[in-house]
């Protein structure tokens, strides 16, 4: 069993930066894709981004490329996102969850487990 905790939510300004984290405990993330997933109010929720188990590939939703950043750090059990320029339309309760198989495509990833959510607000 994994648990996934996030961190890092609040209120800015549009333009400013958040980063989120998200910390694993229970089992190691090293061998799972980690991912970013975001719900509004009245909305679905969409895939933002994710990362391979390796690091060495990313993905994201068309909505928040150059703009937002995805990274991990295996030995601390963390993954990030770095949210820079943000606007408005990114006000959402983020979700961090893993992919046991590795996915980290926006129309393969597939959360297995996940936090809790942070909420994210950008003002105008």
Known sequence: ????VESG???VQAGGS???SCAASGRTLSWYA???LRQAPGKEREFVAAISWSGRNTGYVDSVKGRFTVSRDNAKNTVYLQMNSLK?????VYYCASDINNNWGPMTFRGDYWGQGTQV???S
Request: net charge negative; no cysteine.
């Open 1 to 4: 069993q994994v648990q996934l």
């Open 88 to 92: 408005p339309e990114d006000t959402a």
């Open 18 to 20: 958040l980063m989120l």
């Open 121 to 123: 607000t950008v003002s």
């Open 9 to 11: 939510g609040g209120l």
């Open 34 to 36: 980690m991912g970013w």
